[in-house]
Nanobody, 125 residues
Framework: QVQLVESGGGLVQAGGSLRLSCAAS????????MGWFRQAPGKEREFVAA????????YYADSVKGRFTITRDNAKNTVYLQMNSLKPEDTAVYYC??????????????????WGQGTQVTVSS
């Protein structure tokens, strides 16, 4: 069992930056690949980024590539999402998630086993 708690969301102007954190409980955090998803009002939850259990491989949606960076610190049981050059279309609730699946499932919400409660990110124009 893994419990995930996101933090770091907030209101920022377009072009600004935020860093989201996701703290995980449990001693098996390093066994899970981690992902970030987001959901805007009236839209489906969409993949943002993922990172392998070791941190050696990362995966990004085309819409955030070059602007967002996912990292993890297994000693702190935490995964991060550094978001730079934010745009109004990045406004959404951001969720972190954990999976024991393989990389083919990282892009899909139903490939994840555990989810956090989400943190709101609002980018003003």
């Amino acid at each position: 069992q893994v419990q995930l708690v996101e933090s770091g969301g907030g209101l920022v102007q377009a072009g600004g930056s935020l860093r989201l954190s996701c703290a995980a409980s449990g001693r098996t955090f390093s066994s899970y690949a981690m992902g970030w998803f987001r959901q805007a009002p009236g839209k489906e939850r969409e993949f943002v980024a993922a990172i392998s259990w070791s941190g050696g491989r990362t995966y990004y949606a085309d819409s955030v590539k070059g602007r967002f960076t996912i990292t993890r610190d297994n000693a702190k049981n935490t995964v991060y999402l550094q978001m730079n050059s934010l745009k109004p279309e990045d406004t959404a609730v951001y969720y972190c998630a954990a999976t024991t699946g393989n990389s083919g499932s990282y892009y899909y919400a139903d490939g994840y086993d555990y989810w956090g409660q989400g943190t709101q990110v609002t980018v003003s124009s």
